[in-house]
C-alpha cells in the first residue's frame, strides 16, 4: 500500500485574534496539533515614530514616547528624558529624581498586572484579569491626580516634571500599597498556584539562559531564564543606587528555570519589589521645586548617546544622535518586545498550538513598542 | 395615532411599535468585536473591566466577526492594517456599526502629518457611525459614543425610507 | 574596559590601523572598516577577555553627508556621502560595553551580517534594510520587516519622499 | 398521556405529537436558556467586581431577549465556499440531540415526557447525536479555526463519555433500572435515602456505599462537563486560541441555535446528576403538599425540588468557568484517559462487591 502523504497544516494567527495582544500576526505552521514552525509578521502599528523625531524639536518628541509602549508610558518618557539629560549634560533637582522613581515604578506595577492579567486571559482564566484591571484603575487614579491623564502622559520633562505631586497624593499612595499586598495575595491565590494554571505554564516554552543571552533577550524574559541581570541593579541610572531591593530571577520551585511559569512569577515578584522601592523614596523624598531645571531652548552640542533604562518589558534603549540643532539627528529606540519577540519561534517549536498562545503571554509584548 | 403614540412612549408599557421594538433589541445588545489596534485598545479594555463595565449596556466581545454587531476601530490604523480592517468589517453581519475611537482612528491623530505609514481617517477605508475624540478616550467618552451610536439606533427604521 | 583598552587587544589579530576612535559625549566610538565586521564580531564575543555576549542595539543611520541636489517639484536628493550601520555591544559577563560605527557608501550600502554572531541582530538587521536599504549579506531573511513587502522607498533616508497612493488609499493627509 | 387528548380534539395523531413535542421547547428550554445566559452574566459579574446588564429593562431582565431579538434581525451569511447543507443542518442537528433528551427527563412524578424504561440509556445515546452536529459545523464552515474546534470537541466528546457511562453505569447496578422516574421515586422521604448518600437501602450496604456513589458522582460531574464544552474543558471553542472554535462561521439564528443547545445539555447533565444522584424530584423534607393534604401541590413541589436541584448544578458549572483556567488538549485527553476512566472502573468494581453483600 503506498504511504499516506501529508501535508502541514498553516494557521494564520491574527492581526486580529483575541491573544496576539494587539495586531501581532502569527503564520503557524502545524502538524495536527503540534507546531513545527511560528513566523512572527509585524509592522501592522508602524507609526514611523523614527521619522516623526526627525521632524520634532527634543520636547515635542516625548508625546510620542509616551504612545510607543502604551502600557507603560512613564517609563518611556523617563528613557528618553534622562537620554537627552545626559546628552546636554542637565543636573536636575533632586525631588524630581525621586518623584520620576516613584512614577516609573508604579507604571512598572500597572505594566505588569496588564501583562498578568492578559495571561491569565491566554491560559483560559478570565477573572484574574479584571481583578488586575481593578487594582490597575487605582494607579492610573493616581497618575490622573499628578497629570491629569490616564494612559498617555507626558509627565516627564527634559530637566523636570510637567507638574508637582499633588497634596493627596503620597497618602493615596500608601493606602493603594497597602491594599496591593494583599491583592498580590490574593492572585497568587486565584491564579498562580493554581494546579490547572501550573499545569498549562510549567515547562512549556523553556528558554534557556545562553539562547536568551545570544537573541537579547531582556526583562523579565531573561530573568526568568535565571540570569541575574536588571539595569536598574548592574548598571544603575537615576537614583537606582539608593535603594534596597531584590533582582527577582526564576528559580525554578515550580517546572524549569526559563519557562513560562518562572517568567510569569518573575513579574509577580517584582510587583512586590517596586513596592519596596516606592516605599523607600517616599520616606526619602525631599522637598523642591520640579520646573527649575527645565532648559528654555533645547539644544544639545553635536554627538550621540546609547543610553538605557530598566523598561517593565526589558533594556530600554534610546540612541539619540544630535547634529547641534534642536531636531534631533536621528533617535532609534531599541525597543525591548521587539527583541523579545525574536525568541517566540525558538520556544514554541515542538510544543501544541495552544502552548503558542501561552508562550506569546509570557513574553509579554506591547506591539506599540515592536512596530514603533 | 398621536394618542396612541403618547401612550406608549410616557408609560412603561412594553408593547411597542414593530420598528421601536426591532431597534430596541439592536440598541440593546450591540456584541463588540474583540479587536483592539494601539494604545485606545488599552482604554477600551479597561472600558470592558469592572471600574467601567461595558456589559452593563449589554455590550460582550465577541472573538469572532462573524457575531459582532459593533467594531471599534481603536487606535491608530496603519496601511498595512487598513486593508485587514475592511475585510472584517466585510465579514460582520448586517447590521454593523463602527465606532471611530481616537482622534488617530478619527483622522490620524498626532502622525497625521509625518506618519508615512499612517492611514488618515478609518472613515477613507469603512463608513463610521460615531467618533469618539481624544488621545486616547477616557472610558467614559467610550460610553458616551456608545449612547450616541444607540441613540442613532433608535432612529433607524426598517419601513420608512431613510434620507 | 575603555575602548582604548579593547583596541590593544584587538592589536593581536586585527591591523589596527583601519581602525579609528571618535571621541562623543556618550561614550567612545569604534570606527571599523565593513570588510573586516564579521571576523571581528566573532572576536569580539569569543575571546574570553572582551567576551560581547549580546548585541543590545544596531542602529542603521542617514548621515546625509553627501551633495544635495533640488529636484524640480521642490524636494531634494542626496548624492554620494554616507550611511552608517551602529553597533551596541555589551558583554554580561564583564559588564563592559563597546560602539562599533561601520560607515557605508550611500550608493551601494552593503554590509556583512552578523545575524550568525548574535541571533538579535536578525530583526534589527532587517528594521535597518526595511527603513534604510542597506543590505545585509549573509542574512538568511532580508526581507521587508515593518512595512509592507510592496512599499517605494527607504522611508528613513533624508530624501525620502512619501508615495500618494498605496493600494488606493492616500497616503498624505 | 397529554399527547393522546390531543389527538382526540384534533382527530391528527401527527400533528398532535408535533404540538407535544414544541411544549416543552417554548415553556421550558427557551425561556430557561435565555435566563441561564443572564444568570451566567451575572455571576460573572459578581465573580468579577462589576454589576453585568442593568440598563435593558429592571435589573437588565431584558437583556437576553434583547440578544436573541437581535440576532433573529441579523443577517444570514453562508460562506462562499463553505458546503451549503451541511453548514445549514448543522446547528439543528446540535440542537436536536439537546431537545430530544429532554424528552426523557423526569420534571416531576407526573410532567415527563416520555416514561420510558431505558429513560438513562436514552439520553447518553441521544445527547451524543451533537457530536456529528459539531463535526458538521465545523466541516462545513471551511474554516481552519471551526475545524480545528470540531475536531477536538469531537475527540473530547466521544471520550468523556467513557467515563461518563462508566460512572453512571455503577450507579445503576445498584440502583437496578434504567427508567428515571423509578430511580426518582426509590429516592422517597428524606434527603439521606438519595443515592449519593448510598440510597434507600439497609445496614452496612448503605453506608459503604456513601464513598463510591461520590465518587461516581463527581466523576460523572466532571466529564458531564467536558461533555458540554465548559471550563475548564471548554478547548473547542477556547477563545483565545481558536478564536470561536466550531461555530466560527456562524452568525444570526443559527448561532443562537448553538448557544441554545450549549445551555441546554448544561441542564441535561445537571438534571441527570439531579435524577441519579440527588433524588430526582424528589424533596428533601417531605412534602407541604401532604402535610396539609392538598394532593395537587405536591406535582408543582416536585417540579420545584427536581429544578432547584439541576440549576444549583448548572451555577456551579458557571462558577467553575469563571474560576478555573482551561487545560491543553492533551492534558485534557490524559485526565479522561489516565484518571477518570480506570477510576471509574475501580469504582464500578467497588460497587459490583458492595452490591453482592
Known amino acids: ?372 | ?163 | ?173 | 398521556m397529554i399527547s393522546d387528548q390531543l389527538a382526540e380534539i384534533l382527530g391528527n395523531k401527527i400533528i398532535a405529537y408535533l404540538i407535544t413535542a414544541a411544549i416543552p421547547l417554548f415553556l421550558f428550554l427557551v425561556p430557561y436558556a435565555l435566563y441561564a445566559v443572564y444568570a451566567e452574566r451575572k455571576v460573572s459579574a459578581f465573580m468579577q467586581d462589576r454589576i453585568g446588564p442593568n440598563r435593558v429593562g429592571p435589573k437588565g431582565l431584558l437583556q437576553t431577549i434583547a440578544d436573541i431579538l437581535k440576532l433573529i434581525q441579523k443577517e444570514d451569511i453562508i460562506p462562499k465556499s463553505a458546503d451549503k447543507p451541511i453548514f445549514v443542518m448543522a446547528p439543528y442537528v446540535v440542537f436536536m440531540g439537546t431537545f430530544a433528551a429532554f424528552a426523557a427527563i423526569p420534571f416531576s412524578s407526573v410532567f415527563i415526557g416520555s416514561n420510558i424504561n431505558l429513560g438513562v440509556f436514552y439520553i447518553m445515546a441521544v445527547s451524543s447525536f451533537s457530536v456529528i452536529g459539531i463535526l458538521m459545523a465545523g466541516w462545513a464552515g471551511n474554516n481552519k479555526y471551526s475545524l480545528y474546534g470540531a475536531m477536538r470537541s469531537v475527540a473530547q466528546i466521544v471520550s468523556y463519555e467513557v467515563p461518563a457511562l462508566l460512572a453512571i453505569v455503577s450507579a445503576v447496578m445498584v440502583i437496578g433500572t434504567l427508567n428515571l422516574n423509578e430511580i426518582s421515586e426509590m429516592q422517597t422521604a428524606r434527603f439521606w435515602n438519595w443515592w449519593i448518600f448510598g440510597g434507600p437501602l439497609q445496614g452496612i450496604q448503605k453506608f459503604l456505599l456513601i464513598v463510591p456513589m461520590l465518587v461516581a458522582f463527581v466523576i460523572f460531574f466532571v466529564a458531564s462537563l467536558a461533555e458540554v464544552n465548559r471550563t475548564p474543558f471548554d478547548i473547542p471553542e477556547a477563545e483565545s486560541e481558536l478564536v470561536a472554535g466550531f461555530h466560527t462561521e456562524y452568525t444570526g439564528m443559527k448561532f443562537a441555535i448553538f448557544f441554545l443547545a450549549e445551555y441546554g445539555n448544561m441542564f441535561v447533565v445537571s438534571a441527570i446528576s439531579t435524577a441519579i444522584f440527588f433524588g430526582g424530584w424528589q424533596s428533601p423534607f417531605g412534602y407541604l403538599g401532604n402535610s396539609f393534604s392538598i394532593p395537587l401541590l405536591v406535582p408543582i413541589e416536585q417540579v420545584f425540588w427536581f429544578l432547584f436541584k439541576s440549576l444549583s448544578l448548572v451555577l456551579v458549572q458557571m462558577w467553575l468557568r469563571w474560576t478555573l483556567p482551561r487545560l491543553r488538549v492533551d492534558q485534557l485527553m490524559a485526565v479522561c484517559w489516565k484518571y477518570l476512566t480506570p477510576y471509574a472502573f475501580v469504582n464500578l468494581v467497588l460497587i459490583g462487591i458492595i452490591s453482592l453483600i
Open chain 2, 1 to 163: 395615532m398621536g394618542i396612541l403614540d403618547k401612550e406608549f412612549t410616557e408609560s412603561n408599557i412594553i408593547i411597542t411599535k414593530f420598528d421601536d421594538l426591532m431597534n430596541w433589541a439592536r440598541l440593546s445588545s450591540l456584541w463588540q468585536m474583540t479587536f483592539g489596534l494601539a494604545c485606545c485598545a488599552i482604554e477600551m479594555m479597561a472600558t470592558s473591566a469592572s471600574h467601567y463595565d461595558f456589559d452593563r449596556f449589554g455590550v460582550i466581545p465577541r472573538p469572532s466577526p462573524r457575531q459582532a454587531d459593533i467594531i471599534i476601530i481603536s487606535g491608530t490604523v496603519t496601511l498595512k492594517m487598513a486593508l485587514r480592517i475592511k475585510r472584517l468589517y466585510e465579514q460582520m453581519p448586517e447590521p454593523k456599526y463602527v465606532i471611530s475611537m481616537g482622534s488617530c482612528a478619527t483622522c490620524g491623530g498626532p502622525y497625521w502629518n509625518h506618519g508615512y505609514h499612517v492611514l488618515k481617517g478609518i472613515d477613507r477605508v469603512i463608513p463610521v457611525d460615531v467618533y469618539v475624540p481624544g488621545c486616547p478616550p477616557r472610558p467614559e467618552a467610550l460610553l458616551e459614543g456608545l449612547l450616541k451610536l444607540q441613540e442613532k439606533i433608535r432612529n433607524e427604521s426598517h419601513v420608512k425610507k431613510q434620507v
Open chain 3, 1 to 173: 574596559m575603555t575602548t582604548t583598552e579593547i583596541l590593544e587587544i584587538l592589536k593581536e589579530k586585527f591591523s589596527v590601523e583601519q581602525f579609528e576612535i571618535q571621541s562623543n559625549i556618550g561614550g567612545e566610538i569604534l570606527i571599523v572598516p565593513s570588510n573586516v565586521l564579521l571576523d571581528l564580531c566573532f572576536f569580539l564575543r569569543d575571546d574570553e577577555r572582551l567576551a560581547f555576549d549580546s548585541l543590545m542595539n544596531l542602529s542603521g543611520v542617514d548621515l546625509a553627508d553627501g551633495e544635495k541636489k533640488k529636484l524640480e517639484d521642490g524636494s531634494f536628493e542626496i548624492v554620494g556621502g554616507h550611511l552608517a550601520t551602529y553597533y551596541h555591544l555589551h558583554s554580561f559577563k564583564h559588564n563592559h560595553k563597546l560602539t562599533l560605527k561601520v560607515l557605508l557608501p550611500r550608493e551601494n550600502p552593503v554590509v556583512p551580517s552578523v545575524e550568525r554572531v548574535w541571533r538579535s541582530a536578525d530583526w534589527h538587521e532587517r528594521e535597518a534594510y526595511d527603513l534604510f536599504g542597506i543590505v545585509f549579506e549573509g542574512h538568511h531573511n532580508l526581507k521587508r520587516i515593518l512595512l509592507p513587502d510592496d512599499w517605494d522607498g527607504y522611508p528613513l533616508r533624508k530624501d525620502y519622499k512619501v508615495q500618494e497612493f498605496y493600494q488606493g488609499m492616500k497616503v498624505p493627509y
Open chain 1, 1 to 372: 500500500m503506498a504511504e499516506l502523504k501529508t501535508d502541514h497544516l498553516v494557521l494564520n494567527m491574527g492581526p486580529q485574534h483575541p491573544s496576539t495582544h494587539g495586531v501581532l500576526r502569527l503564520e503557524v505552521v502545524l502538524d495536527g496539533e503540534v507546531v513545527i514552525d511560528v513566523i512572527p509578521h509585524i509592522g501592522y502599528l508602524h507609526r514611523c515614530f523614527e521619522k516623526h523625531c526627525e521632524a520634532m524639536t527634543y520636547p515635542m518628541v516625548i508625546p510620542y514616547t509616551d504612545r510607543m509602549d502604551y502600557l507603560a508610558s512613564m517609563y518611556m518618557n523617563f528613557g528618553y528624558v534622562e537620554a537627552v539629560e545626559k546628552l546636554m549634560n542637565i543636573e536636575i533637582p533632586e525631588r524630581v529624581k525621586y518623584i520620576r522613581v516613584i512614577m516609573g515604578e508604579l507604571q512598572r506595577i500597572a505594566s505588569h498586572l496588564v501583562a498578568i492579567g492578559t495571561f491569565g486571559i491566554d491560559i483560559g482564566a478570565f477573572t484574574p484579569f479584571l481583578y488586575c484591571f481593578r487594582d490597575r484603575e487605582r494607579i492610573l487614579d493616581l497618575f490622573e491626580m499628578t497629570c491629569g491623564a490616564r494612559l498617555l502622559y507626558n509627565y516627564m520633562w527634559i530637566g523636570g516634571l510637567s507638574h508637582d505631586l499633588p497634596p493627596m497624593f503620597i497618602p493615596e499612595l500608601k493606602s493603594f500599597l497597602k491594599d496591593f499586598r494583599k491583592n498580590i495575595k490574593e492572585l497568587n491565590d486565584l491564579l498562580s498556584y493554581n494546579k490547572i494554571f501550573i499545569e498549562r505554564t510549567a515547562n512549556i516554552g523553556i528558554l534557556p539562559a545562553d539562547t536568551a543571552i545570544n537573541y537579547g533577550c531582556t526583562g523579565p524574559v531573561l530573568r526568568g531564564s535565571g540570569v541575574n541581570w536588571d539595569l536598574r541593579k548592574n548598571d544603575p541610572y537615576s537614583i537606582y543606587d539608593r535603594f534596597d531591593f531584590e533582582v527577582c530571577v526564576g528559580k525554578g520551585e515550580i517546572g524549569t528555570v526559563g519557562d513560562c511559569w518562572n517568567r510569569y512569577m518573575v513579574r509577580v515578584r517584582e510587583m512586590e519589589q517596586s513596592c519596596l522601592i516606592i516605599e523607600q523614596a517616599i520616606e526619602q523624598l525631599p522637598e523642591g521645586d520640579v520646573t527649575s531645571a527645565i532648559p528654555k531652548r533645547v539644544k544639545p552640542p553635536v554627538g550621540e548617546i546609547y543610553f538605557r533604562v530598566e523598561s517593565p518589558k526589558g533594556e530600554l534603549g534610546y540612541h539619540i544622535i544630535s547634529d547641534g540643532t534642536v531636531n534631533p539627528f536621528r533617535v532609534k529606540v531599541r525597543a525591548p518586545s521587539f527583541v523579545n519577540l525574536q525568541i517566540l519561534p525558538v520556544i514554541s517549536k515542538g510544543y501544541l498550538v495552544a502552548d503558542i498562545i501561552a508562550n506569546l503571554g509570557s513574553l509579554d509584548i506591547v506591539l506599540g513598542e515592536i512596530d514603533r
